[in-house]
C-alpha cells in the first residue's frame, strides 16, 4: 500500500515492481538533495570511501531496478559471473580506479542502503530523529553537521530511514524481508529476473 498515493501494490509485474522501486528512489532523491541544500552537507569529491565497507547488507528488493536494466543491456549473465568469481564482501558494483564525484559504477542503480547512507535519520527509542553519516563528513564539515543536527531538531525534513524501508515492504514484502550482504542481495536480484523472463519467452 502507497501510503502516500493509496495504491495497492497487488499481483505487479516484476517490471512494475522495478519501476515502484525507481519511484520511491526518486522521491527519496529529491528529499536528500533538498536536505543537502539546506545543510551544505555533501560528499567529498571522488571520495566513495563509505562502499568499500566489507559488510554492507542489502535487500534482493533495492536492487532490482539494477538486475533488470542488466537484462536489458543482455549483461545479466555476465554480471552473475563476475559476482561468483568476486573474492571479496566489497561491493561488486565498486570502481576503485573511477573519477568523477564517486566511486559507484552503477550510481543510476545503487541500492536504498546507499543513498539512505550520509544524508538520512534513523529514529532513536525515544523517537528523535539522529542523522546517520561518514566520519569525513562529521570531522572535515564539523560545523555544518552540528549544525544540521540542530535544524533537524528544529523539525528540518530528512529521510527517516526505516519509513523508506517501509516503502519498499509495501512493494513486495518477500524480497525486502532480509538483509543480505550486498553482493549476495544484487546476484539474487539478478537471478530473479533470468528466471522471471526464461519463464516469459
Ligand atoms: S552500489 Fe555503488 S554506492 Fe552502493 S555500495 Fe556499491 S559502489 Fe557503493
Not at 528529499?31 to 571522488?46: D, E, K, R, V
Not at 559504477?105 to 547512507?117: K, M, N, P, Q, T
Amino acid at each position: 500500500m502507497d501510503t502516500d498515493r493509496g495504491i495497492v501494490f497487488l499481483a505487479m509485474s516484476l517490471e512494475e515492481k522495478a519501476a515502484a522501486v525507481a519511484l520511491v528512489f526518486e522521491k527519496l532523491d529529491r528529499q536528500i538533495a533538498s536536505f543537502q541544500a539546506s545543510t551544505t552537507l555533501h560528499c567529498q569529491w571522488g571520495c566513495g570511501k563509505c562502499c568499500f565497507k566489507p559488510d554492507i547488507e542489502a535487500t534482493v528488493l533495492e536492487f532490482l531496478p539494477f538486475a533488470v536494466h542488466l537484462y536489458r543491456q543482455q549483461a545479466a549473465e555476465h554480471w552473475l559471473e563476475r559476482i561468483q568469481h568476486h573474492p571479496t564482501s566489497i561491493c561488486l558494483i565498486l570502481n576503485p580506479t573511477q573519477s568523477g564525484a564517486g566511486l559507484c559504477a552503477e550510481y543510476v542503480h545503487r541500492g536504498l542502503i546507499c543513498r539512505l547512507f550520509g544524508y538520512s535519520a534513523r529514529t532513536n527509542k525515544y523517537a528523535k530523529k539522529e542523522l546517520v553519516t561518514c566520519q569525513i563528513i562529521k570531522t572535515e564539515q564539523a560545523a555544518a553537521y552540528h549544525n544540521a543536527m540542530l535544524q533537524i531538531e528544529g523539525g528540518l525534513d530528512v529521510p527517516v530511514m526505516n519509513q523508506y524501508y517501509m516503502q519498499l515492504h509495501a512493494i513486495d514484502f518477500e524480497l525486502t524481508q532480509h538483509f543480505y550482504p550486498i553482493n549476495e542481495a544484487i546476484k539474487r536480484a539478478i537471478e530473479l529476473v533470468l528466471q522471471y523472463y526464461a519463464y516469459r519467452n
